[in-house]
């Protein structure tokens, strides 16, 4: 079965800082990986997704995410955080030809300071 | 589309009462997934449907908690009788498999139900 591993609990960034979320996952093969974020008061919304192809994806609000095989993650980045990026951040691994259900992580709580 | 329509918002109610979630999926998804949201346990799956179908309930914490998907197009969980440690938010999601791309299930939640139970 597939796992995610969210390391940080809380991230801390001022705005217009650079910002890197991470993500690990365990599976035999190369899993399908998404990142979900949650604003407060809201529902989980995709940010971006893996199946194949190009490991660099680019995702919705100027995110974008990494798949490095060699190290089983998938890291998610953004160049500048706005202060309305302050959120919960989901990272979520789902089998190919297995579960059809996601496996989400703990998730991160992104701090956004003025 | 509306997305995922879920209702009540908020739920405030006393130990003991009964407690119904009401989900609509978005229309023509075949999945339907329901989590609860706690600070101690994060983001647990409670039950899926496939096709109107229940697949795995084995997250039902127990049997207070019960989900139904009469057709479709709704969805509900039911805690009766509720109790002060099932306050939590409460989220539908629904997804269409991404059959090009078995296993590939990319969900959509609705806003969730914030139920507080005295």
């Known amino acids: 079965a597939q796992s995610v591993t969210q390391p940080d609990i809380h991230i801390t960034v001022s705005e217009g800082a650079s910002l890197e979320l991470r993500c690990n996952y365990s599976?035999?093969?190369?899993?399908?990986l998404f990142w979900y974020v949650q604003s407060p008061g809201q529902g989980l919304q995709l940010l971006l997704k893996?199946?194949?192809?190009?490991?660099l994806v680019q995702g919705i609000k100027g995110f974008e995410a990494e798949f490095k095989r060699s190290q089983s993650s998938f890291n998610l980045r953004k160049p500048s955080v706005h202060w309305s990026d302050a959120a919960e951040y989901f990272c979520?691994?789902?089998?190919?030809?297995?579960?059809?259900?996601?496996?989400f992580g703990r998730g991160t709580s992104l701090i956004v300071h003025p | 589309d509306a997305g995922v329509i879920q209702s009540p918002r908020h739920e405030v109610t006393e130990m003991g009462q009964e407690v119904t979630l009401r989900c609509k999926p978005i229309?023509?998804?075949?999945?339907l997934f329901w989590y609860r949201q706690t600070m101690m346990r994060g983001l647990e799956l409670l039950i899926y449907?496939?096709?109107?179908?229940?697949?795995?309930d084995s997250g039902m914490p127990e049997d207070r908690f019960s989900a139904k998907m009469p057709n479709a197009s709704f969805s509900t969980l039911k805690i009766q009788p509720s109790e002060p440690r099932d306050s939590a938010v409460y989220f539908c999601?629904?997804?269409?498999?991404?059959?090009?791309?078995?296993?590939?299930?990319?969900?959509?939640f609705g806003a969730g139900s914030r139920l507080t139970v005295l």
């Open positions: 999601a629904s997804s269409l498999l991404v059959t090009a791309h078995s296993g590939a299930n990319v969900l959509t």
């Open positions: 599976y035999g093969a190369t899993p399908y």
């Open positions: 893996y199946f194949s192809g190009d490991t």
């Open positions: 979520a691994v789902g089998a190919p030809g297995g579960s059809y259900i996601p496996t």
């Open positions: 229309s023509g998804h075949d999945y």
């Open positions: 449907f496939n096709n109107n179908v229940p697949i795995d």
